[in-house]
């Protein structure tokens, strides 16, 4: 059985920073690749940033040059490193992984979502 279990995010200022966590635990070989992705009240589930297997990266363009999106395969997490905080950025966010188990099995799992808002 595989655990995500996101943590971070809460409350910042425009222009600050917040880094969303995204821990797999129990039967995990590998982080193979995962998304960050985002939900705001009344809008569209949007994909954020994207790291794959060969760690190359990938990002929305709301948010290039603000955010990083990394990955720490002896702790099997994957983080979000949000700088230069604007409103818009305010929503749900959530991890979506791909996990390589023991036995090599490949399978998609979704963190629970962290609430992200920004505001002065």
């Known amino acids: 059985q595989v655990t995500l279990v996101q943590s971070g995010g809460g409350s910042a200022q425009p222009g600050g920073s917040l880094r969303l966590s995204c821990v797999a635990s129990?039967?995990?070989?590998?982080?193979?690749?995962a998304n960050w992705y985002r939900q705001a009240p009344g809008k569209e589930r949007e994909l954020v940033a994207s790291i794959t297997v060969r760690s190359e990266l990938s990002y929305g363009d709301s948010v290039k040059g603000r955010f990083t999106i990394s990955r720490d395969s002896t702790k099997n997490a994957v983080y979000l490193q949000m700088n230069s905080l604007k409103t818009e950025d305010t929503a749900v966010y959530l991890c979506n992984v791909q996990i390589v188990t023991n036995q090599f099995t490949t399978s998609d799992y979704w963190g629970q979502g962290t609430q992200v808002t920004v505001s002065s």
């Open positions: 129990g039967n995990v070989s590998a982080i193979k690749a």
